[in-house]
């Protein structure tokens, strides 16, 4: 787990969200974007990793977090957290959309689905979205 920090000139949001994904490239550009809107972001590379994330960081408002992740999926990690009761809103982003993925994160609540090469501004809209809601 990596915590990006905000510059110093930057108005703060004061929301945590919690980027989750095996391509540290990824991670790197959401918490860069999300960033510069202001959020406080954390960064994972598994989805274990987004478990106890979740369990030791009470201040998580949204998990934005791909669907294929090694150790268990996103889909693994996002029903863990729905029987867990952690019912915070849920980005999922894949490389590879098949309707057996859709199906489940929409049976498990997921706020959006979004398939890659996503465009940044509408990560930023469903970030805003979600957490103003």
Known sequence: MQKIGMPPNQQVNKKSILVADDEETICDLL???LNKEG???VTSFNGRDVIDTLQRQQDISLVI????MPEITG???LSIMRDEGINLPVIMVTGECCQQSFAEARRLEVFAYLTKPFELREIKRLAKE????
Do not use: I, P, R
């Not at 979600?130 to 809601?133: I, Y």
């Open 31 to 33: 918490s860069k974007t």
């Open 39 to 41: 959020y406080q972001v």
């Open 65 to 68: 977090m791909d669907v294929n």
């Open 75 to 77: 889909l693994e990690a």
């Open 130 to 133: 979600a957490l103003d809601g």
